[in-house]
Protein backbone atom coordinates (compact mmCIF):
# COMPACT_ATOMS: atom_id res chain seq x y z
CA UNK A 1 0.00 0.00 0.00
CA UNK A 2 1.08 3.26 -1.03
CA UNK A 3 1.30 6.47 1.41
CA UNK A 4 -1.51 8.82 1.88
CA UNK A 5 0.37 11.61 2.38
CA UNK A 6 2.00 11.61 -0.53
CA UNK A 7 -0.57 13.03 -4.08
CA UNK A 8 -0.28 10.02 -6.31
CA UNK A 9 1.60 12.03 -9.05
CA UNK A 10 1.14 9.32 -11.74
CA UNK A 11 -2.20 9.75 -11.72
CA UNK A 12 -2.51 12.74 -12.39
CA UNK A 13 -3.14 13.03 -16.08
CA UNK A 14 -2.41 10.77 -18.57
CA UNK A 15 -3.02 12.82 -21.95
CA UNK A 16 -0.86 15.79 -21.20
CA UNK A 17 -0.95 16.38 -25.26
CA UNK A 18 -4.35 17.96 -24.87
CA UNK A 19 -3.21 20.89 -22.22
CA UNK A 20 -2.78 22.99 -25.22
CA UNK A 21 -5.96 22.40 -27.04
CA UNK A 22 -8.08 22.52 -24.09
CA UNK A 23 -7.02 25.91 -23.91
CA UNK A 24 -7.38 27.23 -26.34
CA UNK A 25 -11.05 25.73 -26.69
CA UNK A 26 -11.92 26.80 -23.06
CA UNK A 27 -10.68 30.42 -24.87
CA UNK A 28 -12.78 29.99 -27.93
CA UNK A 29 -15.80 29.19 -25.61
CA UNK A 30 -15.91 32.14 -23.02
CA UNK A 31 -15.26 34.34 -25.60
CA UNK A 32 -18.35 32.51 -28.06
CA UNK A 33 -20.60 32.93 -24.85
CA UNK A 34 -21.14 36.39 -25.08
CA UNK A 35 -22.42 36.07 -28.41
CA UNK A 36 -24.27 33.51 -29.12
CA UNK A 37 -28.17 32.14 -28.60
CA UNK A 38 -29.04 28.94 -28.51
CA UNK A 39 -31.84 27.54 -30.02
CA UNK A 40 -33.90 28.26 -26.79
CA UNK A 41 -33.68 31.36 -25.94
CA UNK A 42 -30.27 33.32 -24.86
CA UNK A 43 -28.24 31.63 -22.55
CA UNK A 44 -26.99 33.82 -20.04
CA UNK A 45 -23.19 34.55 -19.94
CA UNK A 46 -23.19 36.29 -16.62
CA UNK A 47 -22.98 33.63 -13.94
CA UNK A 48 -25.56 33.10 -12.04
CA UNK A 49 -25.89 32.38 -7.92
CA UNK A 50 -26.58 29.39 -6.61
CA UNK A 51 -28.35 29.97 -3.44
CA UNK A 52 -29.66 28.90 -0.14
CA UNK A 53 -33.16 27.34 -0.80
CA UNK A 54 -34.51 29.12 1.93
CA UNK A 55 -32.89 32.49 0.52
CA UNK A 56 -34.60 32.12 -2.73
CA UNK A 57 -37.17 35.10 -3.25
CA UNK A 58 -40.85 34.42 -3.89
CA UNK A 59 -39.98 34.73 -8.13
CA UNK A 60 -37.04 32.20 -7.87
CA UNK A 61 -38.76 29.80 -6.24
CA UNK A 62 -41.53 29.95 -8.94
CA UNK A 63 -39.34 29.98 -11.70
CA UNK A 64 -37.52 26.59 -10.12
CA UNK A 65 -40.76 24.51 -9.33
CA UNK A 66 -42.34 25.64 -12.91
CA UNK A 67 -39.24 24.19 -14.46
CA UNK A 68 -39.19 21.43 -12.22
CA UNK A 69 -43.46 20.63 -13.70
CA UNK A 70 -42.10 20.91 -16.96
CA UNK A 71 -39.19 18.40 -16.29
CA UNK A 72 -41.74 16.29 -14.78
CA UNK A 73 -44.31 16.35 -17.46
CA UNK A 74 -41.73 15.37 -20.19
CA UNK A 75 -41.64 11.98 -21.64
CA UNK A 76 -39.53 9.39 -19.94
CA UNK A 77 -37.17 8.76 -22.88
CA UNK A 78 -37.08 12.73 -23.48
CA UNK A 79 -32.91 13.46 -22.33
CA UNK A 80 -34.67 16.76 -20.89
CA UNK A 81 -36.99 14.69 -18.30
CA UNK A 82 -36.95 14.47 -14.78
CA UNK A 83 -36.74 10.71 -15.27
CA UNK A 84 -34.16 10.67 -17.94
CA UNK A 85 -31.98 12.56 -14.99
CA UNK A 86 -32.46 10.19 -12.67
CA UNK A 87 -31.58 7.86 -15.02
CA UNK A 88 -28.36 9.33 -15.48
CA UNK A 89 -27.46 8.74 -12.32
CA UNK A 90 -29.53 6.19 -11.43
CA UNK A 91 -29.31 3.42 -14.08
CA UNK A 92 -26.52 1.69 -16.15
CA UNK A 93 -28.66 0.61 -18.94
CA UNK A 94 -32.13 1.23 -20.46
CA UNK A 95 -34.79 -0.46 -22.99
CA UNK A 96 -35.63 2.19 -25.65
CA UNK A 97 -39.63 2.04 -27.23
CA UNK A 98 -38.16 0.78 -30.00
CA UNK A 99 -36.37 -2.26 -28.00
CA UNK A 100 -32.53 -0.80 -28.34
CA UNK A 101 -30.16 -0.37 -25.12
CA UNK A 102 -29.17 2.97 -24.19
CA UNK A 103 -26.85 3.95 -21.34
CA UNK A 104 -28.36 6.82 -19.37
CA UNK A 105 -24.56 6.86 -16.70
CA UNK A 106 -24.64 5.50 -14.05
CA UNK A 107 -22.93 7.61 -11.28
CA UNK A 108 -19.75 7.36 -10.26
CA UNK A 109 -18.82 6.48 -6.89
CA UNK A 110 -15.51 5.07 -4.46
CA UNK A 111 -13.24 6.72 -7.20
CA UNK A 112 -11.35 10.51 -7.98
CA UNK A 113 -14.24 10.67 -10.16
CA UNK A 114 -17.05 11.00 -7.53
CA UNK A 115 -17.28 14.61 -6.98
CA UNK A 116 -16.25 15.33 -10.79
CA UNK A 117 -19.14 13.66 -11.94
CA UNK A 118 -22.21 14.84 -9.37
CA UNK A 119 -20.86 18.35 -10.83
CA UNK A 120 -21.23 17.33 -14.53
CA UNK A 121 -24.46 16.08 -13.93
CA UNK A 122 -25.32 19.22 -12.08
CA UNK A 123 -24.24 21.01 -14.66
CA UNK A 124 -26.39 19.59 -17.25
CA UNK A 125 -29.68 19.43 -15.04
CA UNK A 126 -29.36 23.00 -14.31
CA UNK A 127 -28.72 24.36 -18.47
CA UNK A 128 -32.08 21.98 -18.83
CA UNK A 129 -34.02 24.23 -15.97
CA UNK A 130 -33.17 27.12 -17.47
CA UNK A 131 -34.22 26.22 -21.07
CA UNK A 132 -37.60 24.66 -20.10
CA UNK A 133 -38.92 28.10 -20.63
CA UNK A 134 -36.92 30.92 -20.93
CA UNK A 135 -39.64 33.23 -21.89
CA UNK A 136 -41.87 32.48 -19.11
CA UNK A 137 -44.79 31.23 -22.22
CA UNK A 138 -45.23 28.15 -21.19
CA UNK A 139 -48.41 26.72 -18.99
CA UNK A 140 -46.91 23.48 -16.61
CA UNK A 141 -49.43 21.06 -15.37
CA UNK A 142 -49.94 23.13 -12.76
CA UNK A 143 -51.27 25.09 -14.56
CA UNK A 144 -49.00 27.93 -14.38
CA UNK A 145 -47.80 29.89 -17.42
CA UNK A 146 -44.23 30.86 -16.09
CA UNK A 147 -42.10 32.85 -14.80
CA UNK A 148 -39.55 32.71 -17.01
CA UNK A 149 -36.91 29.90 -16.32
CA UNK A 150 -33.61 31.48 -17.94
CA UNK A 151 -31.54 32.52 -14.70
CA UNK A 152 -32.86 29.04 -13.03
CA UNK A 153 -29.99 27.77 -10.63
CA UNK A 154 -29.90 24.59 -8.80
CA UNK A 155 -30.41 25.95 -4.71
CA UNK A 156 -28.46 23.91 -2.58
CA UNK A 157 -29.76 22.71 0.86
CA UNK A 158 -27.27 23.31 3.51
CA UNK A 159 -27.70 20.19 5.39
CA UNK A 160 -25.21 21.23 8.21
CA UNK A 161 -28.01 23.84 9.42
CA UNK A 162 -30.90 23.40 11.24
CA UNK A 163 -33.86 22.77 8.78
CA UNK A 164 -36.16 25.41 7.88
CA UNK A 165 -38.54 22.97 7.80
CA UNK A 166 -39.95 19.69 10.27
CA UNK A 167 -37.41 17.77 8.91
CA UNK A 168 -35.96 19.57 5.67
CA UNK A 169 -36.24 22.61 4.25
CA UNK A 170 -39.68 24.13 3.70
CA UNK A 171 -39.94 23.85 -0.15
CA UNK A 172 -39.22 20.02 0.10
CA UNK A 173 -42.05 19.23 2.60
CA UNK A 174 -45.40 21.18 0.72
CA UNK A 175 -46.93 17.87 -0.20
CA UNK A 176 -48.55 19.68 -2.68
CA UNK A 177 -45.21 20.47 -4.57
CA UNK A 178 -43.53 19.09 -7.16
CA UNK A 179 -40.29 18.53 -5.44
CA UNK A 180 -42.49 16.38 -2.55
CA UNK A 181 -41.09 12.44 -2.05
CA UNK A 182 -43.38 10.99 0.33
CA UNK A 183 -40.83 8.29 1.52
CA UNK A 184 -38.27 10.10 3.11
CA UNK A 185 -37.73 9.57 6.64
CA UNK A 186 -38.46 12.04 9.77
CA UNK A 187 -35.37 11.39 11.68
CA UNK A 188 -33.49 14.56 10.67
CA UNK A 189 -34.32 16.54 13.70
CA UNK A 190 -31.15 18.25 13.82
CA UNK A 191 -27.79 18.61 11.65
CA UNK A 192 -26.39 14.73 11.34
CA UNK A 193 -23.21 15.95 10.28
CA UNK A 194 -20.41 18.57 12.46
CA UNK A 195 -19.87 21.70 10.46
CA UNK A 196 -16.11 21.32 12.46
CA UNK A 197 -15.87 17.53 10.31
CA UNK A 198 -16.21 19.24 6.98
CA UNK A 199 -14.35 21.85 7.64
CA UNK A 200 -11.11 20.10 9.12
CA UNK A 201 -12.18 17.98 5.70
CA UNK A 202 -11.95 20.49 3.22
CA UNK A 203 -9.19 23.03 4.52
CA UNK A 204 -6.78 20.14 5.25
CA UNK A 205 -7.04 16.55 3.51
CA UNK A 206 -4.82 15.91 -0.06
CA UNK A 207 -7.00 15.02 -2.70
CA UNK A 208 -6.40 10.86 -1.54
CA UNK A 209 -8.05 11.15 1.52
CA UNK A 210 -11.04 13.97 0.39
CA UNK A 211 -11.76 12.95 -3.16
CA UNK A 212 -10.74 9.09 -3.02
CA UNK A 213 -8.63 6.74 -4.94
CA UNK A 214 -7.29 7.35 -8.58
CA UNK A 215 -9.90 5.68 -11.30
CA UNK A 216 -6.85 3.01 -11.78
CA UNK A 217 -7.07 2.19 -8.00
CA UNK A 218 -9.88 3.30 -6.87
CA UNK A 219 -11.12 3.83 -3.11
CA UNK A 220 -13.59 5.88 -0.99
CA UNK A 221 -12.25 9.30 0.41
CA UNK A 222 -13.26 10.42 3.82
CA UNK A 223 -15.63 12.80 2.61
CA UNK A 224 -17.84 10.18 0.81
CA UNK A 225 -17.13 7.79 3.34
CA UNK A 226 -18.12 9.81 6.25
CA UNK A 227 -20.45 12.41 5.16
CA UNK A 228 -22.06 12.15 1.63
CA UNK A 229 -22.73 8.14 2.67
CA UNK A 230 -23.75 8.82 6.37
CA UNK A 231 -26.34 11.82 5.04
CA UNK A 232 -28.07 9.25 1.41
CA UNK A 233 -28.61 6.69 4.13
CA UNK A 234 -30.60 9.27 6.55
CA UNK A 235 -32.64 11.24 4.00
CA UNK A 236 -35.79 8.40 3.17
CA UNK A 237 -35.89 5.29 1.52
CA UNK A 238 -34.93 6.41 -2.08
CA UNK A 239 -32.05 8.21 -1.12
CA UNK A 240 -31.03 5.35 0.78
CA UNK A 241 -30.65 3.29 -2.75
CA UNK A 242 -28.17 3.76 -5.19
CA UNK A 243 -30.11 3.24 -7.97
CA UNK A 244 -33.21 4.84 -6.63
CA UNK A 245 -31.49 8.07 -5.04
CA UNK A 246 -32.11 10.82 -7.72
CA UNK A 247 -35.36 9.66 -8.36
CA UNK A 248 -35.76 12.19 -5.37
CA UNK A 249 -35.81 15.53 -6.01
CA UNK A 250 -33.94 16.62 -2.82
CA UNK A 251 -31.02 14.44 -4.56
CA UNK A 252 -30.22 17.60 -6.82
CA UNK A 253 -30.08 20.31 -3.87
CA UNK A 254 -28.09 18.00 -1.47
CA UNK A 255 -25.37 17.56 -4.28
CA UNK A 256 -25.39 20.80 -4.75
CA UNK A 257 -24.16 21.88 -1.48
CA UNK A 258 -21.67 18.97 -1.74
CA UNK A 259 -20.46 20.03 -5.21
CA UNK A 260 -19.98 23.99 -3.40
CA UNK A 261 -17.73 21.87 -0.87
CA UNK A 262 -15.88 20.43 -4.00
CA UNK A 263 -15.67 24.11 -4.96
CA UNK A 264 -14.10 25.02 -1.76
CA UNK A 265 -11.69 22.30 -1.58
CA UNK A 266 -10.41 23.34 -4.93
CA UNK A 267 -10.23 26.71 -3.46
CA UNK A 268 -7.90 25.93 -0.72
CA UNK A 269 -5.97 23.51 -2.98
CA UNK A 270 -5.00 23.05 -6.40
CA UNK A 271 -6.84 21.82 -9.35
CA UNK A 272 -3.77 20.07 -10.26
CA UNK A 273 -3.56 17.54 -7.40
CA UNK A 274 -6.76 15.92 -8.53
CA UNK A 275 -6.51 12.92 -10.35
CA UNK A 276 -7.27 11.15 -13.31
CA UNK A 277 -8.48 14.50 -14.28
CA UNK A 278 -8.67 13.49 -17.94
CA UNK A 279 -11.10 10.91 -17.47
CA UNK A 280 -14.25 10.75 -18.97
CA UNK A 281 -17.36 10.88 -17.06
CA UNK A 282 -19.78 8.87 -18.42
CA UNK A 283 -23.73 10.17 -19.27
CA UNK A 284 -25.90 10.67 -21.66
CA UNK A 285 -27.57 14.00 -21.86
CA UNK A 286 -29.30 16.35 -24.62
CA UNK A 287 -27.24 17.46 -27.23
CA UNK A 288 -28.69 21.06 -27.31
CA UNK A 289 -26.75 21.46 -23.58
CA UNK A 290 -23.64 23.48 -24.32
CA UNK A 291 -21.00 21.50 -23.29
CA UNK A 292 -18.65 22.21 -20.84
CA UNK A 293 -15.67 25.02 -21.66
CA UNK A 294 -12.44 22.82 -23.16
CA UNK A 295 -15.00 19.82 -23.90
CA UNK A 296 -13.43 17.43 -26.59
CA UNK A 297 -14.84 14.56 -27.98
CA UNK A 298 -13.67 11.47 -26.88
CA UNK A 299 -11.66 9.10 -29.30
CA UNK A 300 -13.54 6.15 -28.53
CA UNK A 301 -17.01 5.03 -26.85
CA UNK A 302 -20.46 5.90 -25.73
CA UNK A 303 -21.78 9.13 -24.81
CA UNK A 304 -19.89 11.64 -22.21
CA UNK A 305 -20.40 14.84 -19.83
CA UNK A 306 -16.87 16.01 -20.89
CA UNK A 307 -14.05 15.18 -18.88
CA UNK A 308 -13.01 15.69 -15.37
CA UNK A 309 -11.03 19.25 -15.78
CA UNK A 310 -13.39 20.49 -17.90
CA UNK A 311 -15.48 21.39 -14.35
CA UNK A 312 -13.11 23.13 -12.35
CA UNK A 313 -14.47 26.65 -12.77
CA UNK A 314 -17.77 27.30 -11.62
CA UNK A 315 -17.95 30.46 -13.27
CA UNK A 316 -17.10 29.08 -16.92
CA UNK A 317 -19.93 26.54 -16.21
CA UNK A 318 -22.06 29.74 -15.48
CA UNK A 319 -22.70 29.51 -11.74
CA UNK A 320 -20.66 30.94 -8.45
CA UNK A 321 -22.06 29.80 -5.10
CA UNK A 322 -23.45 32.52 -3.15
CA UNK A 323 -22.55 31.51 0.60
CA UNK A 324 -23.44 34.27 3.53
CA UNK A 325 -23.86 34.06 7.28
CA UNK A 326 -24.32 30.96 9.08
CA UNK A 327 -23.78 29.05 5.40
CA UNK A 328 -20.44 29.79 5.94
CA UNK A 329 -17.55 26.93 7.43
CA UNK A 330 -15.73 28.29 10.62
CA UNK A 331 -12.81 29.89 9.31
CA UNK A 332 -9.35 27.87 8.54
CA UNK A 333 -7.47 29.54 11.22
CA UNK A 334 -10.37 28.67 14.10
CA UNK A 335 -9.65 24.81 12.90
CA UNK A 336 -5.82 24.94 12.57
CA UNK A 337 -6.23 23.64 16.54
CA UNK A 338 -7.03 20.20 15.06
CA UNK A 339 -4.06 19.78 12.96
CA UNK A 340 -1.60 19.64 16.15
CA UNK A 341 -0.01 17.06 15.43
CA UNK A 342 2.08 16.51 18.79
CA UNK A 343 -0.87 14.67 20.66
CA UNK A 344 -0.34 11.28 21.87
CA UNK A 345 -3.54 9.41 20.58
CA UNK A 346 -5.47 8.40 23.75
CA UNK A 347 -3.56 11.01 26.01
CA UNK A 348 -6.85 13.13 26.03
CA UNK A 349 -10.60 12.77 27.02
CA UNK A 350 -11.38 13.21 23.49
CA UNK A 351 -9.54 11.82 20.19
CA UNK A 352 -9.59 14.24 17.30
CA UNK A 353 -12.23 12.29 15.56
CA UNK A 354 -14.75 12.93 18.79
CA UNK A 355 -14.27 16.30 18.64
CA UNK A 356 -14.68 16.59 15.23
CA UNK A 357 -17.94 15.23 14.92
CA UNK A 358 -19.48 17.56 17.81
CA UNK A 359 -22.35 19.56 16.86
CA UNK A 360 -23.53 16.98 14.87
CA UNK A 361 -26.21 14.08 15.15
CA UNK A 362 -24.16 11.42 13.58
CA UNK A 363 -22.61 9.53 16.82
CA UNK A 364 -20.79 6.13 17.25
CA UNK A 365 -23.34 3.63 17.83
CA UNK A 366 -24.45 2.45 21.21
CA UNK A 367 -26.55 -0.11 19.56
CA UNK A 368 -26.79 -3.25 21.62
CA UNK A 369 -27.37 -5.52 18.49
CA UNK A 370 -24.12 -4.21 16.85
CA UNK A 371 -21.38 -6.49 16.10
CA UNK A 372 -18.38 -6.18 17.64
CA UNK A 373 -15.29 -7.54 16.80
CA UNK A 374 -11.66 -7.15 18.40
CA UNK A 375 -7.83 -7.87 17.21
CA UNK A 376 -5.08 -7.33 19.22
CA UNK A 377 -2.03 -5.77 18.02
CA UNK A 378 1.60 -4.71 19.18
CA UNK A 379 2.64 -1.41 18.93
CA UNK A 380 5.73 -1.16 16.27
CA UNK A 381 9.19 -0.26 17.10
CA UNK A 382 9.04 2.63 14.50
CA UNK A 383 6.68 4.81 12.73
CA UNK A 384 4.72 2.83 9.57
CA UNK A 385 4.11 4.01 6.35
CA UNK A 386 0.33 2.77 6.43
CA UNK A 387 -1.94 1.37 9.33
CA UNK A 388 -5.12 0.23 8.17
CA UNK A 389 -7.99 -1.65 10.00
CA UNK A 390 -10.16 -3.43 7.16
CA UNK A 391 -13.68 -4.76 8.16
CA UNK A 392 -14.86 -7.87 5.46
CA UNK A 393 -18.35 -8.39 5.54
CA UNK A 394 -18.86 -12.61 5.00
CA UNK A 395 -19.20 -13.63 1.73
CA UNK A 396 -22.58 -13.89 0.23
CA UNK A 397 -23.98 -11.60 2.77
CA UNK A 398 -26.91 -9.31 1.13
CA UNK A 399 -25.84 -5.25 -0.10
CA UNK A 400 -27.03 -3.01 3.05
CA UNK A 401 -25.92 0.13 4.58
CA UNK A 402 -23.79 -0.28 7.47
CA UNK A 403 -22.17 1.94 10.19
CA UNK A 404 -18.50 1.01 11.48
CA UNK A 405 -16.57 2.57 14.27
CA UNK A 406 -13.02 1.89 14.89
CA UNK A 407 -11.15 2.20 18.23
CA UNK A 408 -7.99 1.58 19.19
CA UNK A 409 -7.16 1.18 22.64
CA UNK A 410 -4.72 -0.25 25.13
CA UNK A 411 -4.95 -4.16 26.46
CA UNK A 412 -7.06 -4.39 29.29
CA UNK A 413 -9.28 -1.55 28.49
CA UNK A 414 -12.39 -3.20 26.94
CA UNK A 415 -14.85 -1.55 24.73
CA UNK A 416 -18.62 -0.88 26.35
CA UNK A 417 -21.01 0.73 23.90
CA UNK A 418 -22.24 2.64 27.05
CA UNK A 419 -19.28 4.30 28.38
CA UNK A 420 -19.22 7.40 26.72
CA UNK A 421 -15.88 8.58 28.15
CA UNK A 422 -13.88 5.29 26.44
CA UNK A 423 -15.83 6.15 23.12
CA UNK A 424 -14.39 9.82 23.05
CA UNK A 425 -11.03 8.59 23.92
CA UNK A 426 -10.27 6.00 22.05
CA UNK A 427 -12.45 6.84 18.86
CA UNK A 428 -10.28 6.77 15.87
CA UNK A 429 -12.93 7.10 12.79
CA UNK A 430 -16.31 6.53 11.90
CA UNK A 431 -17.78 5.53 8.56
CA UNK A 432 -20.94 4.84 6.49
CA UNK A 433 -20.92 2.09 3.97
CA UNK A 434 -23.88 3.03 1.37
CA UNK A 435 -24.37 0.10 -0.88
CA UNK A 436 -27.95 -0.65 -0.79
CA UNK A 437 -29.24 -1.13 -4.28
CA UNK A 438 -25.67 -0.96 -5.66
CA UNK A 439 -25.48 -4.38 -7.11
CA UNK A 440 -28.84 -2.95 -9.69
CA UNK A 441 -26.72 -0.22 -10.01
CA UNK A 442 -24.57 -1.27 -12.45
CA UNK A 443 -25.79 -4.96 -12.96
CA UNK A 444 -29.06 -3.67 -13.66
CA UNK A 445 -29.66 -7.04 -16.32
CA UNK A 446 -30.06 -9.27 -12.80
CA UNK A 447 -33.10 -11.53 -15.31
CA UNK A 448 -29.49 -12.75 -16.89
CA UNK A 449 -30.26 -15.76 -15.47
CA UNK A 450 -27.27 -16.18 -13.56
CA UNK A 451 -26.95 -17.26 -9.88
CA UNK A 452 -24.32 -14.63 -8.50
CA UNK A 453 -24.50 -15.83 -5.48
CA UNK A 454 -26.09 -12.63 -3.98
CA UNK A 455 -23.98 -9.64 -3.23
CA UNK A 456 -20.91 -9.15 -1.09
CA UNK A 457 -21.15 -5.92 0.98
CA UNK A 458 -17.94 -3.74 0.19
CA UNK A 459 -14.96 -4.45 2.58
CA UNK A 460 -14.74 -1.12 4.75
CA UNK A 461 -10.93 0.31 5.64
CA UNK A 462 -10.49 2.59 7.78
CA UNK A 463 -7.14 3.92 8.06
CA UNK A 464 -5.47 4.68 11.70
CA UNK A 465 -2.04 5.78 10.62
CA UNK A 466 -1.51 8.68 12.46
CA UNK A 467 -2.86 7.30 15.59
CA UNK A 468 -0.75 4.31 15.55
CA UNK A 469 2.60 6.32 15.02
CA UNK A 470 1.72 8.85 17.63
CA UNK A 471 1.94 5.57 20.11
CA UNK A 472 5.38 4.70 19.03
CA UNK A 473 7.82 6.26 21.38
CA UNK A 474 6.19 5.84 24.47
CA UNK A 475 4.32 2.46 23.80
CA UNK A 476 6.47 0.61 21.31
CA UNK A 477 5.83 -3.20 21.32
CA UNK A 478 2.93 -2.75 23.83
CA UNK A 479 -0.15 -4.55 23.33
CA UNK A 480 -3.29 -2.43 21.74
CA UNK A 481 -6.30 -3.50 20.82
CA UNK A 482 -8.10 -2.58 18.02
CA UNK A 483 -12.26 -3.38 18.35
CA UNK A 484 -15.13 -2.34 15.48
CA UNK A 485 -17.85 -1.54 16.06
CA UNK A 486 -20.62 -2.52 12.95
CA UNK A 487 -24.47 -1.30 13.36
CA UNK A 488 -26.81 -2.18 10.52
CA UNK A 489 -28.71 1.34 9.13
CA UNK A 490 -31.38 -0.26 7.32
CA UNK A 491 -35.25 0.21 9.11
CA UNK A 492 -35.42 -3.12 7.99
CA UNK A 493 -32.67 -4.98 8.34
CA UNK A 494 -32.26 -7.63 6.04
CA UNK A 495 -29.60 -9.63 7.35
CA UNK A 496 -27.46 -9.40 10.28
CA UNK A 497 -24.01 -8.16 9.41
CA UNK A 498 -21.29 -10.49 10.01
CA UNK A 499 -17.57 -10.82 8.88
CA UNK A 500 -14.16 -10.08 9.73
CA UNK A 501 -11.54 -7.62 11.27
CA UNK A 502 -7.96 -7.51 9.91
CA UNK A 503 -5.46 -4.81 11.01
CA UNK A 504 -2.21 -4.06 8.52
CA UNK A 505 0.87 -2.18 9.07
CA UNK A 506 2.50 -1.71 5.76
CA UNK A 507 6.60 -0.79 6.34
CA UNK A 508 7.73 0.16 9.37
CA UNK A 509 9.93 3.51 8.80
CA UNK A 510 13.57 2.71 8.91
CA UNK B 1 4.43 -18.20 -16.68
CA UNK B 2 0.45 -16.81 -16.13
CA UNK B 3 -1.06 -16.04 -19.29
CA UNK B 4 -4.00 -13.87 -20.05
CA UNK B 5 -5.72 -17.45 -22.17
CA UNK B 6 -4.92 -19.96 -19.94
CA UNK B 7 -5.05 -18.79 -16.62
CA UNK B 8 -7.04 -15.49 -16.13
CA UNK B 9 -9.56 -15.61 -19.27
CA UNK B 10 -11.02 -18.94 -17.11
CA UNK B 11 -11.26 -16.70 -13.94
CA UNK B 12 -12.95 -14.08 -15.33
CA UNK B 13 -15.14 -15.97 -17.72
CA UNK B 14 -18.23 -16.46 -15.83
CA UNK B 15 -18.73 -12.63 -15.23
CA UNK B 16 -18.06 -11.54 -19.00
CA UNK B 17 -21.50 -10.93 -19.85
CA UNK B 18 -22.93 -8.88 -16.64
CA UNK B 19 -20.26 -6.83 -16.89
CA UNK B 20 -20.20 -5.68 -20.40
CA UNK B 21 -23.31 -3.59 -18.75
CA UNK B 22 -20.90 -1.98 -16.73
CA UNK B 23 -19.01 1.66 -18.90
CA UNK B 24 -15.51 2.44 -17.82
CA UNK B 25 -14.44 5.44 -17.90
CA UNK B 26 -10.71 6.11 -19.38
CA UNK B 27 -9.01 9.14 -20.60
CA UNK B 28 -10.13 7.97 -24.16
CA UNK B 29 -14.01 7.87 -23.40
CA UNK B 30 -15.82 5.50 -22.03
CA UNK B 31 -16.58 1.47 -23.58
CA UNK B 32 -18.64 -1.57 -22.17
CA UNK B 33 -16.73 -3.86 -19.66
CA UNK B 34 -14.97 -6.65 -21.88
CA UNK B 35 -13.33 -9.11 -19.56
CA UNK B 36 -12.98 -11.96 -22.21
CA UNK B 37 -10.83 -9.21 -23.97
CA UNK B 38 -7.21 -9.22 -23.29
CA UNK B 39 -6.32 -5.66 -24.59
CA UNK B 40 -9.22 -4.41 -22.39
CA UNK B 41 -7.73 -6.06 -19.06
CA UNK B 42 -4.61 -5.30 -19.69
CA UNK B 43 -5.66 -1.74 -19.88
CA UNK B 44 -7.97 -1.88 -16.52
CA UNK B 45 -5.68 -4.12 -14.95
CA UNK B 46 -5.21 -1.68 -12.19
CA UNK B 47 -8.92 -1.11 -11.24
CA UNK B 48 -9.92 -4.86 -11.78
CA UNK B 49 -7.05 -5.75 -8.96
CA UNK B 50 -8.14 -2.82 -6.37
CA UNK B 51 -11.98 -4.21 -7.06
CA UNK B 52 -11.39 -7.59 -6.77
CA UNK B 53 -9.40 -7.10 -3.27
CA UNK B 54 -12.00 -4.98 -2.11
CA UNK B 55 -8.71 -2.35 -1.32
CA UNK B 56 -6.63 -0.11 -3.32
CA UNK B 57 -3.11 0.05 -2.91
CA UNK B 58 -3.63 3.11 -0.87
CA UNK B 59 -5.55 0.61 1.76
CA UNK B 60 -8.76 2.72 0.86
CA UNK B 61 -11.96 0.31 0.46
CA UNK B 62 -13.69 -0.16 -2.87
CA UNK B 63 -16.77 -2.22 -3.14
CA UNK B 64 -15.73 -5.91 -3.91
CA UNK B 65 -16.34 -7.63 -7.77
CA UNK B 66 -17.81 -10.07 -8.46
CA UNK B 67 -20.86 -9.17 -6.88
CA UNK B 68 -21.94 -12.43 -6.00
CA UNK B 69 -18.77 -13.79 -3.71
CA UNK B 70 -15.55 -12.59 -3.47
CA UNK B 71 -12.81 -14.72 -5.77
CA UNK B 72 -10.96 -17.01 -3.75
CA UNK B 73 -7.70 -15.37 -2.55
CA UNK B 74 -5.59 -18.03 -4.47
CA UNK B 75 -6.93 -16.43 -8.20
CA UNK B 76 -6.89 -12.95 -6.65
CA UNK B 77 -3.10 -13.84 -6.28
CA UNK B 78 -3.11 -15.31 -10.00
CA UNK B 79 -4.08 -12.03 -11.18
CA UNK B 80 -2.00 -10.70 -9.15
CA UNK B 81 1.05 -12.18 -10.39
CA UNK B 82 -0.02 -12.27 -14.45
CA UNK B 83 0.82 -8.25 -14.00
CA UNK B 84 3.76 -8.42 -12.11
CA UNK B 85 4.79 -11.36 -15.10
CA UNK B 86 3.70 -8.38 -17.36
CA UNK B 87 0.68 -9.38 -18.31
CA UNK B 88 1.53 -11.67 -21.47
CA UNK B 89 -1.73 -12.83 -23.42
CA UNK B 90 -0.47 -16.42 -24.24
CA UNK B 91 -1.21 -18.87 -26.64
CA UNK B 92 -3.74 -21.74 -26.19
CA UNK B 93 -3.25 -24.60 -24.74
CA UNK B 94 -3.87 -27.43 -27.09
Redesign the interface.
Known sequence: ????KKP?AQFR???ENYKGIKALLCLVFVSCSFLMNNAYGQHSAKPLPRKNIDSLTSLEKAAYLHAWSILKSRDTFDMGSYLWQAYVHNK??IILRDGTKA?P?PC?H??T?FLPWHRAELYYFEQILQQTDPEGKITDANGKTGPGTRNVTIPYWNWLRYPSGKTFPKMFEDKSSVLYRENRFALLDTPLISQKLIAYQVYFLNW?RFG??P???????DFE?QVHNPMHNAIGEDMQEQDLAAYDPIFFSFHCFIDHLYDLWLSNHSSADVT?Q?????GTQPSYVPKPPGFIA???????MG?TDNYFDTKALGYYYEIRGKDALPPKDIMLQYTKNDRQFGAEEKSLHTKLLEGGGYKPSSNPRALILVKGITIPGDSVE?A?A?F?PD??LDTTNYQVDVYLHPKGTNLSLTNTKFKDRYLVRSIVNW?KG??RH????MN?G???????A????V?MTDELNSLVDIHKKSLWVVSVVVTELEKIPQQKVKGTLDV?F?NEKK | MVTFINDILPIFSPYIRCMSNVQFASADGVEPGSLGDYDFVKRFHGRILARLKGVNEFGQSVPVMPPGRPLPPEKIALFEQWITEGMQEGVPVV
Do not use: I, N, W
Request: hydrophobic residues 30%; aromatic residues 6%.
Open positions: MKDFAKSGPSVGEGTLLGGAESPGFGASDYYLRPRKGGQVQQVVAAGGSQHHQDMMDMGGHTPKVSATL
